[in-house]
């Protein structure tokens, strides 16, 4: 939106208070002590490790409740739990759980009871100088200093990887044209902390920090990783974090990526090298190939050298094969490089110094490779790994006594990242020209605010430390639980019925005609966006996960290279209508792609070091470009979802990242631009708004309060205290701001009505963190307060005027305000705001009933695509919300349009 109305604010005065009514999706089912749950994707076909978050209803589970799972059978499945948040009454609202299974069964049952426990759990001792984690298969051991993340792992008695260690090249310029390239320098992890979060018996975290170290002792590049252990499993899931801390002008990254050494112990005809393409086809080839040959070592040979197996003792081949093994190459260095989302290679040499042969390309591979022979190897992957290109694996030194492996994030093949701004400034050098600026391009210019410096990005990696080369079968199941791993969900009932995220969710509902046709609608912009993800190609490294803003009609292309219209970075709240969309249909295809928004979203397009930590960046054409660093970007409540249904522990860290976010103000002025009055942000008086500010505030306090219980002092008191002043404002809302004490935690006492009220204030979770906080509080003011809001500000000129002193003005966005209006219907039982909530749903400024919803394919792009020129994402994220809420506040007072 534009800058002169991002000023926020908010709600109304002193109303009655209100009826407390349950909603319908609260009203219908009572939950049970017992919760099914099934797989997200259907049972996976192989053994598979997993943690999720269940939900339950406040007052119903003690906070220090055990947990039992059990199988369809009634056997006992060992897992490990651990609170996620409290109610405010100290039960137990979310709990996390985790499992390792070989056999997966269809669906488990979670209930109270004593865990089983493993047959083989997952020990860990943390000693003075590293870490050992044992899960009965594999070791590991984690050193605490020094250059290596995983110094080794061992599968019983066998080394199967060791020295493994971040690598990252630095590029101190980009060459422009036709210059030659300047020099790279090698940096390597320098691990500064270790900790052990959790020890078993089912599940193993261990994290680990540092930077990146060059030889010459400087540093950049902060890294969190964690590792992840099960009970008796092999592998180890890692999640890298790296936090980006330059301004993008120089010192570029040329390479980044983890690396580790694989002992060999094979000859050469019994070691193999794997790549999963597309599928689960691949690249299956031996050190040293003994197929194809001009004579014939004989069939059992032949065929066990391509099925991976040992091949008998050379004394039984054909000795014309046997006696000139020599001769045949050894090829020791293998690359798979994934430079575009649409393309791979694979090439091999037999050495440094020879030279390279092309084996074959394909479209998009799974991320997967193997090195090692039929006494074990290291199985890698990378997940996501063509949707995040430039992307790579590397193998080197196959011949020798040890291979080296190289998962690539970013491909030194694709030359450096290019993270500089998009152009030099046009001469904006002051407000005024930088707001004539927006009124052109939409673009919110400000020297030296387009920086990269503190965004970061988050990866998954697996290693699997195998005990013989894969069968193809295997390898194949490894390749797909690598693109899509694994993941226990709840059923939609607990979900809803739960009311964890404030009770305005319903289950899918086609039960009569006007309802249909807002579900079709609903899913038709869901597939819509999906497939301009595909069409439009909106992958890449930093790009992966956001949709594009706004749509280009003259050229039948997204507004990519527009200012303000490029990429959304959650503007108007996408995610939230994802994450609503899947709490109320248990879509896999909806969940995954509102966590690939959650990854992108929470780390790309927010700050996580330097002046802005805790702001994120309006929508531009790059993540970074604009200098509206704002809370409605960073804002907790997009993150929460992801954080509470899979227990993910960085998806906790960014949460943890936003507790203390308020004193962000003191360094930046969200509305500086466009202030009339001088103003210096003072820590007793911040000026601060009661919209998308506060909005953002509050989601990280109740976030702060749910996950730390009577621990979160501060975050509680900060909560309710600005509630409380909130409420006491003459206006509440409507005052559209307020001056707020750092140290006291809440807002200055307002003498005059004002009246300042924006379209934005309530379209970056606002409405969502105020029903959960009046369904978590009992504040009366507060509610009234909120609910004075959502009455006026569709409401006419003369109710404004009224009860407020003002008139609010000419304001748009109306039918994603119509679920306003539905949640005061709701709490004031009153059916003419139901009507009137429909109304303005249908005959609002969105989308309405007459448009075609259908898209049209054009072959005139670049690509063929499908075309709705009438979608933005703006419209379409609140058309479903005020859908999804609309149905479940007063659904039963929907009429036929």
Known sequence: MEISRRTVLAGMAAAPAASLLDTPAAAATAVASEVKLTWLEGRPATAAVTNWGTPWPKGAVPAGQSFALTAPDGSAVPMQSRPLAYWPDGSLKWSAHAIAVDAPADSYTLGPGTPAAPERPVTVKDERQYVDVDTGVIRARIRKHGSEVISQIWRGD????????????????????????SVRERYESDVTRVTVEQAGPVRAVVRVEGRHKSRKGKTWLPFSLRLYFAAGAENVRIVHTFVYDRDGQKDHIAGLGVRFRVPLRDPAYDRHVRFVGEGHGMVAEAVKGITGLRRDPGAVVRAAQVAGTKLPDPSTWDQRVTTRLQYIPEWGDYSLSQLTADGFAVKKRTKKGCGWIPVDQGRRASGLGYVGGVSGGLAFGLRDFWQRHPTQLDIRDAATEEAEVTVWLWSPDAGPMDARFYHDGMGQDTYPKQLEGLNITYEDYEPEFGTPYGIARTSELMLWAVAATPSAARFGDLADQLRTPPQLINPVDQLISTRVFGGMISPVDRSVPAKKAIEDHLDFLFDYYRGQVESRHWYGFWDYGDVMHSFDEDRSVWRYDVGGYAWDNSELSPDLWLWYSFLRSGRADVFRFA??????TGEVDVYHLGKWAGLGTRHGVQHWADSAKQQRISTAIYRRFYYYLTADERTGDLLSELVDSD?????????????????????????????????????AWLTEWERQGPKATTAKAKLLGTMETIAAMPNGFVTGGGLYDLDTGRFAPVAEKKVSVSHLSAMFGLVEICAELIDLVDMPAFEAAWLQYCRLFNGTRAEQTAECGAYFGNLILRQGHARLTAYAAVRLQRDDLANRAWKEFYTGDGYGPALPWAAEKVDSTLNPTEVAKWVSTNA????????????ALVGDHIVNP
């Open 663 to 699: 004193r962000t103000f003191l360094v930046l002025d969200p509305i500086r631009k466009i202030r009339t009055e001088p103003y210096t942000p003072d820590p007793h008086a911040l000026s601060i708004g009661l919209g998308t500010d506060w909005s953002g505030l509050a989601a």
């Open 595 to 600: 966590e690939a928004m959650t990854r992108h």
């Open 876 to 887: 379409t994220a609140l058309y479903g919300l005020a859908a999804i809420q609309s149905l």
């Open 158 to 181: 066998v080394l199967i990887a060791k020295q493994g260690k971040l690598i990252n090249l630095k590029q101190e310029r980009i060459p422009e044209d036709e210059e030659s390239g």
